[in-house]
Structures are given as C-alpha cells and as structure tokens.
C-alpha cells in the first residue's frame, strides 16, 4: 500500500483543515488507516485511527471532540477532518496502515506510511 497524504497549510488560531490521504493498491478497506503528527524535535504522536469498514474510531484525548477521522473506501481515501485548530497542533501530520486494531496507538507497529503534510497554526 502506498499512501499520499495532502491538505496541509498555514491557518490561524481556531480555524479548521481537512486533511486527505490517498491510497493505492489492493484491499484498502482490509487495513486500520491511522493519523500521527510530529512535531519538531518529538516523536510520532497519535492521534486518531479508523476501522478498516469505518465503523469505529479512536481519538488522543488532546483532539477529542475537535478533530474528526473518516473514510471512503470506494475511493481508497482517509481524511481528517481538524477543527477550532491551536498553535499545539502544529506538526507534520502523517497517515499510516496497518492490518488490525490491536495496539493502535504506537507508531512502531504500522506497516506502510504516507509522506506527512505539514500543518502550521499561527496564534
């Protein structure tokens, strides 16, 4: 599976992005599509994660409530939808893929990844 994440940008103190990732290659829907960011100087934090049918999802406590994960998998896409968006959430954003829901959070486990866009949130 090869994933291209996009969407990424400068924007101010609460606004909101949409992030996309495309992927390619066989069997989207049999793979958990997962969101992380790293921000300078820091590791691969989670921050949102996604069934392979889209019907469960798991969100990092700091993006509960702001941040929406979804997917269409008749267009091999996942997305991110970021808003009320804070300086913290500045990072490079990347979309990853595994087979199972199992440990979902931890970067180390994840067999493919996209490029990561970068997102900038200006106070």
């Known amino acids: 599976v090869q994933l291209q994440a996009s969407g990424g940008g400068l924007v101010q103190d609460g606004d909101s992005l949409r992030l996309s990732c495309a992927a390619s290659?066989?069997?989207?829907?049999?793979?958990?599509m997962s969101w992380f960011r790293q921000a300078p100087g820091k590791g691969h934090d989670f921050v949102a994660a996604?069934?392979?049918?889209?019907?469960?999802?798991y969100y990092a406590d700091s993006v509960k409530g702001r941040f929406t994960i979804s997917r269409d998998n008749a267009k091999n896409a996942v997305y991110l939808q970021m808003n009320s968006l804070k300086p913290g959430d500045t990072a490079v954003y990347y979309c990853?893929?595994?087979?199972?829901?199992?440990?979902?959070?931890?970067?180390?486990?994840?067999?493919?990844w996209g490029q990561g866009t970068l997102v900038t949130v200006s106070s």
């Open positions: 996604i069934s392979g049918s889209g019907g469960s999802t």
């Open positions: 290659g066989r069997s989207f829907s049999g793979y958990v």
């Open positions: 990853a893929a595994k087979r199972t829901t199992s440990n979902y959070p931890n970067s180390d486990v994840y067999d493919f």
